[in-house]
């Protein structure tokens, strides 16, 4: 018989255990995973080189994915302990930033020919009831794009993956990327060197993402703060329907902090200048 092949763990949290077996990544199935998975199908279909291959289920009820070699990093606000690793010091700097919105235009180009199913579940409920466009990817942070380098290559956990207008995965990018934070935690935790330039960020990424409607800095920073409140009703509807990690978050104060920072974005409005600072 062929030796067993080890388990290799990548995540291991009190809500998920995410580990490697050979080139591929075994992950725990979601309410939704049937939908997300043939959005990945569809991917593949389309030639879209980012996205981790639907490989089939496991005999212990996992999904497998097929593993893309790079660095990713964890989200340290959601715990607010980690220090933010390589994947955030690359997006600090201009060269990152662009090639990080390119990264996300790429995929919204690729995804423009799915067509959902009517009977398809998303983390955010039917397909049925979500607004009008296309998929989005949800969780379009840092530290879900696999690095090589300052060069991304991969795109990863999709649990998040929803129906909506394109621009919800682009003003959830900038929350972290101008960012939508104050200097210390810009500087300790999202590897900054210096203050950002927040203003001149949002412009560079929405220059480097392409054909977006002209749009005032005032009403982007609008249009962040929008997304963040559905934000945070998506993970208290989550974790009142009992949902992990989303209970976790919660009860550690996730949504005090999310409520904290849209209350710092309104209060430093100057801050998102592109001709100021």
């Known amino acids: 018989m062929p030796a067993e092949v080890p388990e290799h763990v990548l995540q291991d949290t009190a809500h998920r255990r995410v580990v490697r077996v050979g080139d591929t990544v ?22 879209y ?3 981790p291959r639907f490989l089939g289920i496991d005999d212990q009820r996992r999904e497998v994915l097929s593993f ?25 700097g201009e060269g990152g930033l662009r090639r990080f919105a390119r ?21 955010t409920g039917p397909t049925s009831d979500g607004p009008a466009g296309t998929i989005c990817h949800g969780d379009f942070g840092p530290w879900n794009v696999v690095w090589r380098g300052d060069v991304p290559v991969g795109l990863i956990d999709w649990d998040f993956a929803y ?38 960020r949002i412009e560079m990424f929405l220059d480097a993402y392409g054909d ?29 329907d009992g949902h992990e990690p989303q209970v976790t978050w919660v009860a550690k104060g ?5 409520s904290e920072q849209a209350d710092w974005t309104d209060r430093h409005r100057g801050l998102f200048d592109p001709f100021g600072q």
Request: zero cysteines.
């Open 212 to 240: 977006v409607r002209e749009r005032s800095i005032p009403d982007v920073v609008d249009d962040v703060l929008s997304r963040l409140g559905r934000t945070i009703a998506l993970v208290a509807q989550l974790a009142n």
């Open 26 to 47: 075994r992950r725990p199935l979601t309410p939704w995973s049937s939908s997300v998975h043939r959005l990945l199908l569809h991917l593949e279909t389309v030639g």
């Open 103 to 123: 990264f996300l235009r790429d995929y919204h180009d690729a995804v423009a020919s799915f067509v959902p199913h009517r009977d398809d579940r998303w983390v």
């Open 68 to 92: 893309i070699p790079g660095t990713s990093g964890a989200d340290g606000y959601v715990e607010g302990i980690e220090q933010g690793g390589d994947s955030w010091a690359t997006v600090a």
């Open 254 to 258: 996730y949504l005090d902090r999310l």
């Open 163 to 200: 129906p909506a207008p394109a621009w919800d995965d682009v003003t959830y990018a900038l929350r972290f990327v101008a960012p939508f934070v104050d200097d210390e935690q810009a500087v300790r935790w999202m590897r900054y060197p210096a203050s950002p330039h927040r203003g001149r």
């Open 49 to 51: 080189p980012y996205s």
